[in-house]
């Protein structure tokens, strides 16, 4: 890292301002970062107290949002785990696989849910087009053509003598 100067590995007054500002900027970049992981940390548990006020109707204790910021709730579930026997174990999965199952079941029955309306409104935009078509042949038609007595003699239906 010779400069030409007298002493080797000296660096010169410019270089040294540079690298001074980089650990500068450095250090910055570093609170900027813990700022986001901050940030993060905060709108996760955000959204799980939301999630969970949405499901049970119920706020969560000060206790269990620091078990969740803390991240030790791997632990809790572990220790538990742990402390129970392989039958109840075995109980606890099952009763996760029908959990799932209701969950799969109830998304499947979404989908077609959203299916229906967007047929509906598919029917919808195909009676609007009938509509439109029909006030084109007289505005006064699609406003009354569902209910046949209020339509004007023009529209009535005339038994012709001899037919």
Known sequence: MSTGHAYPGTLDPSTLSIITA???KLKERK???????????????????????????????DEVIRVIDTSSIMQMFEHRVHGIGP????????????CRAAAMDLGKKAVEVQKNFR??????KAQEKIVKA??????WLPSHFACQSHLPDRYMFVDVPGS
Do not use: C, H, W
């Open 134 to 139: 029909l006030s084109q042949v007289d505005p």
């Open 22 to 24: 980089l650990k500068m």
């Open 31 to 61: 609170k900027d970062l813990e700022n986001l992981g901050k940030a993060i940390q905060e709108e996760y548990i955000e959204v799980v107290q939301s999630r969970i006020f949405t499901v049970t109707g119920v706020k969560l204790s």
């Open 119 to 124: 047929e509906m409104l598919a029917l919808v």
């Open 87 to 98: 039958e109840q174990a075995s109980a606890i999965g099952e009763e996760i696989k029908e």
